[in-house]
């Protein structure tokens, strides 16, 4: 293994991407840090929908549940809305607003807002994470009016806005003959991470990772049930990623657990699951060996991409070399995928 600081820049034939997400109204290869434009998520055909209205005032915004969300919002329809979005952030026709939190002893309030000016939206995420449990919702909004337009439970939005941002970056930075996807971490939302990889490349397998092996076994089952491709459980996080061609890391783990020695030619990492100083999922050497590194919202990354401040502290990486994925998107930046 090479040390962190060390050896940092890969032999010129060999090429790597990241991709990190950047939360922010709600990532790729390199840290994950969000872009929240969920107003993307539901059009009008969507909201037309959604019966249950709240008398608010003037307005009736409507109410949409959990139950709703998941029953109606499908991975390659989150996919295209985000991809549209994302286009447009990079065509000056969207904002978004980095994440902001207020801290109290006992918990967090955690806001993010965003607007789609070409489509009349204009809204926010909020969610408070206390001892007790993490409450989502997101509010939206007539662009034109102010007026408000619905209500939403986002605990499932969250989910699979994070894993369609995943998709979007897989979908632009990936090989095209990428066939092997390596999971690494099993919780609630690594299930939209596999999902949206296979929505954008012809996945044959998958390997899972995460360090209790009860959860591992279970998403392995759960997954390949549910999208007809073998999903095995693997034992080390070197075992999962040994054949990938596309790696999600989506944990909550303080200290890297993806190294840079573990990486080969070719590799596309969407690292999601840090979104504080106080985490890291990719450690310095494995960023150095990134050809192209992207994320949601590089102003978010600032704040919060830990795998980037760092190796920009350590003078090995700039923020130059880290486009917005909006931009690839765009067609302001070149996407070809890695040979």
């Given at each position: 293994m090479v040390a962190e600081g060390e050896g940092f820049e890969p032999p010129s034939h060999t090429r790597w991407d990241a991709v990190f997400k950047t939360a922010a109204f709600s990532h790729s290869a390199t840290p994950p840090h969000g872009l929240i434009l969920y107003p993307v998520s539901f059009d009008s055909g969507i909201l037309a929908l959604m019966t249950e209205r709240m008398p608010l005032g003037e307005s009736q915004p409507m109410v949409i549940?959990?139950?709703?969300?998941?029953?109606?919002?499908?991975?390659?329809?989150?996919?295209?809305?985000?991809?549209?979005?994302?286009?447009?952030?990079?065509?000056?026709?969207?904002?978004?607003?980095?994440?902001?939190?207020?801290?109290?002893?006992?918990?967090?309030?955690?806001?993010?807002?965003?607007?789609?000016?070409?489509?009349g939206y204009i809204g926010y995420k909020a969610y408070f994470s206390f001892p007790t449990g993490t409450r989502f919702h997101v509010a939206l909004a007539s662009a034109q009016t102010g007026e408000l337009l619905a209500l939403i439970e986002a605990d499932w939005l969250g989910r699979i806005r994070t894993g369609a941002a995943s998709g979007v970056a897989t979908k632009y930075l990936a090989r095209?003959?990428?066939?092997?996807?390596?999971?690494?971490?099993?919780?609630?939302?690594?299930?939209?991470?596999?999902?949206?990889?296979?929505?954008?490349?012809?996945?044959?397998?998958?390997?899972?990772?995460?360090?209790?092996?009860?959860?591992?076994?279970?998403?392995?089952?759960?997954?390949?049930?549910?999208?007809?491709?073998?999903?095995?459980?693997?034992?080390?996080?070197?075992?999962a990623v040994a054949e990938a061609d596309v790696i999600c890391t989506i944990t909550t783990a303080r200290d890297p657990i993806l190294t840079g020695a573990l990486l080969k030619p070719g590799m596309h990492i969407n690292a999601a699951g840090a979104n504080s100083l106080a985490r890291r999922e990719l450690d310095t050497f494995a960023v150095g060996r990134c050809d192209r590194i992207a994320v949601d919202d590089p102003q978010q990354a600032r704040i919060e991409a830990a795998e980037l401040v760092v190796?920009?502290?350590?003078?090995?990486?700039?923020?130059?070399?880290?486009?917005?994925?909006?931009?690839i998107v765009g067609g302001i930046a070149a996407c070809t995928p890695v040979a």
């Open positions: 549940r959990e139950a709703q969300v998941r029953a109606t919002l499908t991975m390659p329809y989150a996919i295209e809305a985000l991809e549209a979005a994302f286009r447009d952030w990079a065509h000056g026709r969207a904002t978004n607003q980095p994440r902001q939190r207020v801290h109290t002893p006992q918990g967090t309030l955690h806001l993010m807002g965003a607007a789609w000016h070409s489509k095209e003959d990428a066939q092997t996807v390596a999971i690494l971490g099993a919780g609630e939302q690594a299930a939209t991470q596999l999902q949206a990889v296979c929505a954008v490349r012809s996945i044959q397998r998958a390997f899972v990772y995460s360090r209790t092996a009860e959860r591992r076994t279970a998403f392995a089952q759960q997954m390949g049930a549910q999208l007809g491709i073998p999903v095995q459980a693997a034992e080390s996080v070197e075992e190796p920009i502290e350590l003078r090995k990486l700039s923020w130059e070399r880290v486009q917005p994925l909006s931009h």
